[in-house]
């Protein structure tokens, strides 16, 4: 999942925003959070099930890798993968419901040669048993892959939905976590419902400094169930972008050395404890090297938290 405004759209307000931002100095990483290995370092959380560290932003591919087979835009998605891994990032966030999405992560995971190196998620979205079956065997093909890493039931809406086949899929080996998602607030509270009777390894949730209905009660019931979380949707709908266009980011943001609006968006993000991972989607690399800077250096305390949220209230 990932950002629902139009590609165009997107990729034109968030171009505009680098440039404003471009000139704004963040000074050096002199120091680092507690999470933070060392300067510079790739931040990393556990998944709570297992103790594995995975690498806290990722890319999602909604929209975007939903292409068809024309050279350049192939070219351009394998050059986001490989940016993301060349920058030590490895979840890749896709589904059965996005388009060729699957297909084209497929191909560029195998044409890159990459498959060692990425966590792969994908999504199942019918709930009639012989048809997830067949969905799933379906995704594996297009992925090019035996197993997943993380197969999620995809906009859960009942809080009586069971796990039952995904959980017979991980016992098989064909996925090595499960999870469900929403992008809906509406839905939240059968997620959080699900969540707390299924203990899912993995919970995704539309959550953005915006758009925080999941804190009231999704994160709160992931954290106690030990779930971890990927946030989609981590730019809102495009608005936080358009909100902040031609604005240079505040001085103050150099606290926690940050250099672009979007490296300020997922920052907020991360430093919920709750959160594992965030995933927004981008068809391009120079985006996803922004994103994945969201990793590195010094985090906004609950300070400079409230303070973010009170900056972009004033911006209107």
């Known amino acids: 999942m990932g950002d629902r405004q139009t590609k165009a759209d997107f990729s034109l307000s968030?171009?505009?925003?680098?440039?404003?931002?471009?000139?704004?100095?963040?000074?050096?990483?002199?120091?680092?959070?507690?999470?933070?290995?060392?300067?510079?370092?790739?931040?990393?959380r556990p998944i709570p099930h297992s103790g594995e560290m995975l690498p806290v932003v990722g890319v999602g591919t909604a929209r975007v890798f939903a292409i068809g087979?024309?050279?350049?835009?192939?070219?351009?998605?394998?050059?986001?993968?490989?940016?993301?891994?060349?920058?030590?990032g490895s979840l890749i966030d896709t589904a059965s419901t996005y388009g060729t999405a699957e297909g084209v992560v497929g191909d560029v995971v195998a044409e890159a040669g990459l498959r060692d190196k990425v966590f792969i998620a994908t999504k199942g979205e019918v709930r009639n048993r012989a048809a997830e079956i067949a969905e799933f065997q379906q995704s594996l093909k297009f992925l090019k892959t035996p197993k997943v890493d993380?197969?999620?039931?995809?906009?859960?809406?009942?809080?009586?939905?069971?796990?039952?086949?995904?959980?017979?899929?991980?016992?098989?080996?064909?996925?090595?976590?499960?999870?469900?998602?929403?992008?809906?607030?509406?839905?939240?509270?059968?997620?959080?419902?699900?969540?707390?009777?299924?203990?899912?390894?993995?919970?995704?949730v539309n959550y953005a400094i915006d758009d925080r209905n999941a804190e009231r009660r999704v994160l709160p019931a992931a954290?106690?169930?030990?779930a971890a979380v990927l946030c989609n949707v981590p730019f809102g709908t495009g608005s936080l972008f358009q909100k902040v266009r031609g604005k240079p980011l505040p001085d103050w943001a150099a606290e926690f050395d940050t250099a672009t609006w979007a490296q300020f968006f997922l920052k907020f993000l991360l430093t919920n404890d709750a959160v594992t991972a965030v995933i927004p989607a981008?068809?391009?690399?120079?985006?996803?090297?922004?994103?994945?800077?969201?990793?590195?250096?010094?985090?906004?305390?609950?300070?400079?938290?409230?303070?973010?949220?009170?900056?972009?209230?004033?911006?209107?």
């Not at 835009?73 to 030590?88: D, H, K, Q, W, Y």
Request: with cysteine.
């Open 69 to 88: 087979t024309d050279p350049k835009e192939r070219g351009e998605r394998r050059a986001v993968i490989e940016a993301l891994v060349a920058g030590g």
């Open 282 to 316: 981008t068809a391009k690399a120079e985006h996803m090297r922004d994103n994945l800077a969201a990793c590195r250096g010094r985090m906004p305390d609950a300070a400079l938290r409230a303070r973010m949220l009170a900056y972009l209230d004033q911006l209107g």
């Open 223 to 226: 954290k106690a169930a030990g």
């Open 14 to 44: 968030r171009r505009a925003v680098l440039a404003a931002a471009a000139g704004v100095g963040v000074g050096a990483f002199s120091r680092s959070l507690p999470a933070l290995a060392a300067e510079g370092a790739m931040l990393r």
């Open 150 to 204: 993380l197969m999620q039931l995809h906009n859960v809406r009942s809080p009586q939905q069971d796990l039952a086949i995904y959980r017979e899929w991980k016992q098989q080996g064909l996925a090595r976590y499960i999870g469900i998602t929403t992008s809906f607030s509406g839905d939240h509270d059968a997620i959080a419902a699900v969540t707390e009777r299924e203990k899912p390894d993995f919970v995704q």
